[in-house]
């Protein structure tokens, strides 16, 4: 019963032995953690704690050595070849191209996404419908990578410029209107990489403007006031005021958005699945372990970019734990 | 240096249709130290406000030194402003936030540098020019808000509230430290509060407030011995005056049993639109607590304050209309208990009498 279900009726009865089997851990965790109360709360912490290692070691944990061991392997996993997976990705052309990629990546979004969305945050304050302006710029948030991608595809898409063929593309359209040729905008690289990188701005810049307008309506009214009194101007008041009180809220989305780009998958693998010289670590990784059957090259992809997210991370969390402070 | 005019200047906020400050006129002396006082909602903050330029005047208009500041914006108005919350720059230094004006005028270094030393002097404060806000207590930021002030000589101090986040103690201290500051440094100063006794100790004079009308303006003492109208006169003053509104005879005032005698002036003008009634006012150091008499108000004590020095003693009478609460100071030997009858007589030389339609002082 547990293992294989076939017909509709099997896996809803399936799903309640789960629910059922679910009830039951936490129901006992709770009765035996009632039991200890007020004796020894060091048993109770472990107690609660004990799923969550669980999970972590069983989801994270183990995942993760075995993936560290497997980057030492050749692409059948059979033969020990040391360090030469990342000798690889370090020199091959095409590896070198994914880490470029992922450079651009990573060095453009963060701060044009933050900085179209702190710009946006300051213009939309206090203006008349102020969270219908926001909602526009939100909405893209609510929409997942892959429809990001899909909507984007269309909105680059080429038609050749013959005749009574018509554009279907928004951008070429565009082109075409101001008298240009219509291009194929996502075959010249680098180019072709920067327009995937709007699509992911396109995403983040609600995300920013969001965080980043709490913290601008979080400034106390009084210290504006103060500086308005003090003799500030507008650029005086951003520069003065504005900033210094949302540095940490700037830096946390910042990071928090370079990490999210790091691992961006879905719209390079949408827009142009990698190819045309777009490929990013995330998407080579899962190229390289389930279309190429290279496991080796792919685990060690994996762990090159849990190694760059990890630095962000930290400080990241820093960064939260000093803002609440 | 400077004086300041308020003339018939309105503020009424979109949406509303009652103005928050009313055809505010006002004249400010130089060198004066106006206080500003009324409950919440009296429109004395958006007065000060409007004042600085962080509040729109819908009409009228507003003067410095005769020079018509209505629709300047507040840093071309030469005035600085000490905030209820202090409003201190949270990321800068004590020092960076006392120079910061002056920095944005382009004084040369060495002349800030001079400035902020000398005010940090003034207050107190040299200790403390490096640390951040955040590491001061209640009193340090009070006194870095003074100083930030101070530092840019400005035409005209505001201060809205500047007391009321400190402990009681401490406020009473800085009350007069900020009191003297203005006396040596001779700015004109506009002061906003609550609390009537802030007003009675700080002003030279003080401008009574209520639902954005000016009530009264005058010396402490003044508006203690001659309030103007009945709210003027129950809002200045701790204990507050007993004022109660009794029928009104050939001869004088009704207090149960006890008469009340007025002048013929004065039972004159209480009749025009008192409805037969007149409200009559007594403070309560007025009033005598004498022996059982028939010309004496029997008062039942409910409650008995020692203040050390003297005592209040609150408590109510039976008058025709009901129950009322009245309140009289004692001196501590004559201290009664509670649930006692006490006889006291008002006395008629410091009688505060008010028209009852009208509440204005006959």
């Known amino acids: 019963m547990f293992t294989t279900a076939t017909t509709t009726s099997q896996k809803i009865l399936q799903m309640g032995a789960a629910i059922l089997l679910f009830a039951a851990v936490i129901g006992l965790i709770l009765f035996i953690a ?54 690889t990705i370090l020199s091959d052309s095409e590896q070198l191209t994914v880490l470029r990629n992922t450079a651009f990546w990573v060095l453009v979004t963060p701060f044009v996404a933050t900085g179209v969305g702190l710009l946006y945050a300051i213009l939309v304050d206090k203006a008349r419908m102020e969270s219908f302006a926001k909602a526009l710029i939100f909405l893209p948030m609510s929409i997942s990578f892959v429809a990001a991608g899909v909507i984007w595809k269309f909105m680059y898409e080429y038609r050749p410029n013959q005749g009574t063929v018509k554009q279907i593309g928004f951008v070429n359209q565009i082109i075409v209107w101001l008298g240009g040729e219509p291009q194929q905008l996502l075959i010249d690289s680098p180019l072709n990489t920067f327009l995937l990188i709007a699509v992911m701005v396109w995403i983040q810049a609600g995300f920013a403007m969001t965080v980043l307008s709490a913290a601008i309506k979080a400034i106390p009214d009084d210290i504006v006031e103060a500086a308005r009194l003090d003799g500030v101007g507008p650029w ?45 670590i995330a998407n080579e990784f899962y190229s390289q372990t389930f279309r190429s059957d290279n496991r080796g090259l792919g685990a060690a992809l994996a762990v090159v970019l849990f190694i760059l997210v990890i630095p962000i991370v930290v400080y990241n969390i820093r960064q939260l734990r000093r803002s609440e402070a | ?22 055809e505010l006129n006002l004249e400010i002396g130089d060198v004066e130290f106006l206080v500003l006082v009324g409950p919440s909602g009296c429109g004395k ?15 009228g208009r507003i003067l410095i030194n005769e020079k018509d500041v209505t629709h300047l914006p507040p840093k071309s108005r030469d005035i600085a402003m000490v905030f209820q919350n202090y409003a201190l720059y949270p990321h800068m230094t004590v020092y960076e936030n006392m120079a910061f004006a002056l920095k944005l005028r382009k004084t040369p270094k060495s002349e800030i540098d001079r400035a902020v030393k000398e ?107 001659t309030p103007g109208n009945v709210f003027v006169a129950g809002f200045m003053g701790s204990p507050a005056m007993n004022i109660k509104t009794v029928p009104l005879n050939e001869t004088g005032a009704h207090f149960g049993a006890l008469n009340i005698p007025l002048t013929r002036e004065q039972v004159a003008a209480a009749r025009e639109g008192g409805d037969g009634k007149v409200t009559v006012g007594f403070r309560p150091e007025a009033a005598d607590v004498v022996g059982e008499s028939a010309d004496a108000l029997p008062i039942v004590v409910d409650l008995v304050e020692d ?34 009858t006490v006889y006291i007589r008002p006395q008629t030389t410091a009688l505060h009498v008010f028209n009852a339609g009208s509440g204005i002082r006959i």
Do not use: C, W
């Open chain 2, 1 to 22: 240096m400077a004086t300041v005019t308020y003339d018939k200047a309105s503020r009424i906020y979109p949406g509303s249709e009652r103005p928050a400050v009313n």
């Open chain 2, 45 to 59: 903050s958006t007065s000060l406000r409007m004042l600085a330029g962080l509040e729109d005047v819908d009409r």
């Open chain 1, 34 to 87: 009632g039991r200890f109360t007020g004796k020894r709360d060091r048993a109770v912490a472990a107690l609660y704690l004990a799923p969550t290692v669980l999970m972590l070691s069983v989801g994270l944990l183990y995942p993760g050595l075995r993936t560290i061991y497997q980057s030492f392997f050749d692409a059948s996993l059979k033969n020990f070849i040391g360090f030469d997976n990342y000798v």
């Open chain 1, 236 to 280: 005086g008041m951003f520069r003065f005021v504005t900033l210094p009180a949302i540095r940490p809220a700037v830096i946390v989305v910042v990071t928090t958005i370079a990490i999210g780009t790091l691992k961006v998958f879905d719209i390079v693998q949408t827009m142009t699945g990698g190819r045309f010289d777009t490929s990013v």
């Open chain 2, 119 to 225: 005010a940090a002097a003034l207050l107190q404060l040299e200790e403390y020019l490096s640390r951040k806000p955040k590491a001061l207590s209640g009193g340090q930021r009070q006194r870095v808000a003074m100083g930030r002030a101070i530092v840019r000589q400005p035409q005209v101090f505001l201060m809205d509230e500047p007391l009321s986040n400190l402990d009681a103690k401490l406020r009473v201290q800085t009350r007069s430290q900020i009191a003297s500051l203005q006396a040596k440094l001779g700015v004109t100063t506009v002061y906003v509060t609550h609390d009537q006794v802030e007003a009675m100790t700080m002003g030279h004079r003080v401008a009574v407030m209520l639902d954005g009308v000016l009530q009264q303006v005058d010396t402490p003492r003044a508006l203690y011995d």
């Open chain 2, 307 to 340: 203040l050390g020095s003297d005592a209040n003693v609150y408590g109510h009478a039976d008058l025709p209309g009901g129950s009322e609460r009245f309140v009289v100071r004692t001196e501590r030997r004559n201290m009664p208990h509670m649930g006692e």
